[in-house]
């Protein structure tokens, strides 16, 4: 496994955010998610709740209870369990998504204009390639999904859109996200899918975990349409793993 070294820098007088820093995406997000893991597993005194991100941990705390230092010094003792293993299995999802330029991508011009590609090319690397869940974000259930390849690389638009429908599959610096509600935006919308991301009254209301890995289905506007008239009793389920 790819070394990584870890920091530690305090996130006001409740929180320490634990930092990996390494070569490979994948392995740096492999140990935040393993140590999110350990701490649910052997939990640290004081610790209220750990939230990952692409290659960090957040470790909210209880400072009556316990200390930054205190935290440092417990999770340095587990950090030698951290080589990047132990994790589930990922569940991978096909997730249909409608690429259709009139209504579902309206930026997918823009991102050929930028990246040099063909639109055909650009679909075939949205929905040829099995995206990884870094981390979940911004709002419930939104999920960051990377490995695309560098050609999709573009920066962020430099005036956001307002508003994009809930749905929505965007891009930018190589890449995906999916929003699971209504929002403005300062990445680049090429496609959307039917499906909710989050439904806040099932037993598992995020449809995605980080660690899971996601493969987009074309689907045509027809099929978009009957999927969106069912989204309400329609269950995607993964094709390995748990069941949602």
């Known amino acids: 496994m790819t070394q990584v070294n870890i920091s530690y820098l305090p996130a006001g007088d409740t929180g320490l955010t634990v930092q990996f820093e390494g070569d490979s995406p994948r392995a740096t997000n492999a140990r935040a998610l393993q140590l999110h893991r350990l701490l649910a597993e052997k939990p640290l005194r004081g610790v209220i709740e750990t939230v990952p991100t692409f290659r960090s941990l957040t470790v909210h705390y209880d400072p009556g209870r316990t200390s930054q230092a205190e935290l440092v010094d417990g999770i340095g003792r587990l950090s030698g369990d951290l080589d990047g293993g132990g994790l589930r299995e990922p569940d991978r999802w096909r997730l249909p998504v409608c690429f259709d330029q009139d209504g579902f991508a309206p930026d997918l011009q823009e991102v050929a204009r930028q990246t040099g590609l063909s639109t055909a090319e650009i679909l075939d690397a949205l929905t040829g390639t099995v995206q990884s869940v870094y981390m979940l974000g911004f709002v419930p259930g939104q999920p960051y999904l990377g490995d695309l390849p560098e050609a999709l690389s573009i920066p962020r638009r430099q005036n956001p859109v307002g508003k994009v429908r809930a749905g929505s599959v965007l891009t930018a610096t190589a890449r995906t996200v999916v929003y699971p509600v209504e929002n403005p935006t300062g990445w680049y919308v090429v496609g959307c899918t039917p499906l909710p991301l989050f439904r806040p009254d ?43």
Not at 227 to 237: G, I, K, P, V, W
């Open 202 to 244: 099932d037993e598992f209301p995020t449809l995605l975990q980080p660690g899971d890995e996601v493969v987009f289905e074309p689907i045509s506007k027809n099929e978009f349409q009957r999927l969106y008239d069912q989204r309400e009793r329609y269950r995607l389920t993964p094709e390995t793993g748990r069941s949602p």
